[in-house]
């Protein structure tokens, strides 16, 4: 008896769907820009030749992913948002939580990545243009903060988010300042809460964190790419001492990124295109 070959099973896309691909595209490549209202509901459903029914379920997968919010009142709209370095940690973030992952996990992982960012810059050709500036002016910002621990702690975080986005690789630098900003994100909660507290560094590990910044720049700047891995690892080690020992078995948590982002303290980032 000769059986027919199995076909394979199509899956149904919906017209939705099919809208929302549309929509994402758009905002993904940059012709919808970030902050930007989508244009008005008549203009979309001519333009896409969708139901009304099928629009509405298209902005909620769009909200869902966290790429437009719906603005209702007076002065409502879809406001488009591009994806971030910090949407990114909050979708991970998930992941981890759900999987049981502490902080000295997060703190271990960075120890491999940061460095290996450091060791790019480096070995960047261009680093005099595209790396060397803007981690100067960045250290400016550490320097401006020195006195003050929370916001020594929020520019130095800026400092080794701009290491990340100059490295030139986008996918290691994506994955590092995803991870950099958990860390970050709960190490400034950590500070918050215990900001009057002998336990924190005080101002002389500060200022010692200071010229481990300026010799990373310098050695950066010479082209130095494995002094760069060296100087970079340290830093970091000596850097998250502190938080580690009080906080590094705490778990992650979603509520903390989030309750963050509430309280206006956390600094969105995108990817730097370099």
């Not at 929302?20 to 008549?42: C, F, H, M």
């Not at 690789?169 to 590092?176: D, G, K, N």
């Not at 924190?200 to 050695?219: A, C, M, N, Q, T």
């Amino acid at each position: 008896m000769n059986s027919r070959p199995t076909q394979p099973r199509v899956r149904n896309i919906k017209v939705a769907e099919v809208v929302a691909d549309a929509l994402r595209t758009r905002i993904l490549t940059g012709d919808l820009a970030d902050g930007e209202l989508l244009p008005k509901q008549g203009v979309l459903l001519s333009e896409l030749g969708a139901s009304r029914e099928s629009l509405r379920q298209a902005l909620q997968i769009l909200e869902t992913e966290g790429l437009v919010r719906v603005r209702r009142g007076n002065i409502g709209g879809v406001e488009v948002h591009r994806p971030s370095i910090d949407t990114a940690a909050y979708m991970v973030a998930l992941v981890l939580e759900s999987a049981g992952t502490t902080l000295d996990d997060i703190a271990q992982t960075l120890l491999h990545l940061e460095p290996e960012c450091a060791g790019l810059c480096a070995a960047r050709p261009d680093r005099l243009e595209t790396v060397v500036p803007y981690l100067r002016e960045a250290q400016e910002r550490v320097k401006r903060g020195v006195d003050d621990v929370a916001i020594y702690a929020s520019a130095a975080r800026l400092f080794h988010r701009e290491l990340a986005l100059r490295c030139g690789s986008q996918s290691l630098s994506t994955l590092t300042s995803t991870m950099e900003s958990i860390f970050a994100t709960h190490e400034a909660v950590f500070i918050e809460r215990t900001r009057d507290s002998p336990q924190l560094p005080g101002i002389e590990h500060r200022r010692k964190s200071l010229k481990r910044h300026e010799r990373l720049i310098d050695v950066i700047s010479a082209g130095d790419v494995a002094q760069a891995k060296r100087v970079a690892r340290s830093h970091l080690i000596e850097g998250q001492g502190h938080a580690l020992r009080d906080i590094g078995g705490e778990l992650i948590r979603v509520s903390t990124l989030r309750g963050w982002e509430l309280s206006g303290s956390g600094t969105t980032h995108s990817v730097a295109r370099t």
